[in-house]
């Protein structure tokens, strides 16, 4: 079975950066989009990032300037770069690919909490 595994999540203080990785394991996505949400208390799961098979890039206005996605297809894996990190970047991060347009896998998530 195909799955997602994050790290790089935990604790840090405002202006503080995290980098959060992405392996996917069971089948090569090189083709695929690969994106980041997240979900903070109470709030719905949000775009942070997505990045597609060419390399262009989207990013959520709250993030611009501050978050950078990337992937390495040789390792299967996407990361996202987060600097200048701000309380209400606080959530759970949740890595998602494309497995077509009508199904997408989702990763476990991984909390990130940024104290002011």
């Known amino acids: 079975q195909v799955q997602l595994v994050e790290s790089g999540g935990g604790l840090v203080q405002a202006g503080g950066s995290l980098r959060l990785s992405c392996a996917a394991s069971g089948s090569m996505f090189s083709n695929n989009g690969m994106g980041w949400y997240r979900q903070a208390p109470g709030k719905q799961r949000e775009l942070v990032a997505r990045?597609?098979?060419?390399?262009?890039?989207i990013y959520a206005d709250s993030v611009k300037g501050r978050f950078t996605i990337s992937r390495d297809n040789a390792k299967n894996t996407v990361y996202l770069q987060m600097n200048s990190l701000k309380p209400e970047d606080t959530g759970v991060y949740y890595c998602?690919?494309?497995?077509?347009?009508?199904?997408?896998?989702w990763g476990q998530g991984i909390q990130v909490t940024v104290s002011s």
């Open positions: 998602k690919v494309a497995i077509n347009v009508l199904r997408a896998l």
């Open positions: 990045i597609i098979s060419d390399g262009s890039t």
